[in-house]
């Protein structure tokens, strides 16, 4: 298995990206993935990905998760920050 992670900058975004080359996750539990409680771990809550979203949200960025190909990923998007203008 291979973990590849980037990150990049386009029009004023910042852009993390993790995926793997697993299984994937398919169209059904791509939906659910973010979700309060939602976990496929046996003793999970489901909280870890839907504050990840929730918080990334709340500081108007945006969460992707792709798991309908080969693999997943998740792309982590958010507005790049801007310093104060002097005076």
Known sequence: DRISMSLSGANSN???EVSDNGTG????????IG???FTTKAAGQGLGLFWVRKTIEAANGSVQ?????RGFRVTLTMPMATAPSPG
């Open 14 to 16: 910042l852009s993390f």
């Open 65 to 69: 998760f792709d798991g309908t190909a």
């Open 35 to 37: 979700t309060k409680g």
């Open 25 to 32: 996750a398919g169209a059904e539990l791509e939906a659910r």
